[in-house]
């Protein structure tokens, strides 16, 4: 699986969240999220654990500034405390991030507004591609949908959230 993101910091997460219901896009729900990081030689692997059920996640994404492709498998996980000890003896625990989320969606375009604990507010855009979809045809859609939430290209961020919460420390 595959998608095109863009990730932002947010300076008012409610006026964001007007701007998105102003241009079309409903909300799904509210999560709490506990996202735990492992080492790997290759992209990265999270345990995500959300209200009673969770997943293993492995993605990887190319290093660009503005939109970046991610490529991703996700596999349930029924019984995720074991899990994690297991992954993080046999790999090596990174990060721990954990977040209050709220899902808005737009067709195939996932829009997340994030609280995250120690780190601030941001939104994320995710559109889920199909398999025979080129990203490129998704770029100008992405980039009206920063603008209308008044988000300007530079201001978008590659790192994922443990990665900042390393930087800012």
């Not at 954990?98 to 559109?127: Q, S």
């Not at 979809?133 to 770029?139: D, G, I, M, Q």
Request: aromatic share 8%.
């Amino acid at each position: 699986m595959h998608n095109l993101e863009a990730k932002f910091r947010l300076t008012n997460h409610a006026l964001a969240h007007q701007r998105a219901l102003a241009i079309g896009f409903e909300p799904r729900g509210i999560f709490i999220q506990r996202d735990t990081f492992f080492a790997t030689p290759n992209g990265k692997l999270k345990l995500r654990e959300q209200g009673g059920e969770s997943w293993l996640i492995h993605y990887s994404r190319g290093e660009q500034r503005e939109l970046q492709l991610s490529n991703y498998t996700i596999v349930p996980v029924s019984d995720p405390g074991p899990m994690r000890t297991m992954l993080a003896d046999a790999l090596g625990l990174l990060a721990e991030v954990r977040k209050h989320r709220t899902l808005m969606m737009r067709r195939n375009v996932r829009l997340h507004l994030d609280r995250i604990e120690g780190l601030g507010d941001f939104g994320e855009i995710e559109v889920v591609l199909a398999d025979h979809c080129a990203p490129e045809a998704f770029r100008d859609e992405v980039a009206r949908i920063l603008a209308d939430l008044g988000v300007a290209l530079g201001d978008l961020i590659k790192h994922s959230y443990f990665e900042l919460m390393k930087l800012e420390k």
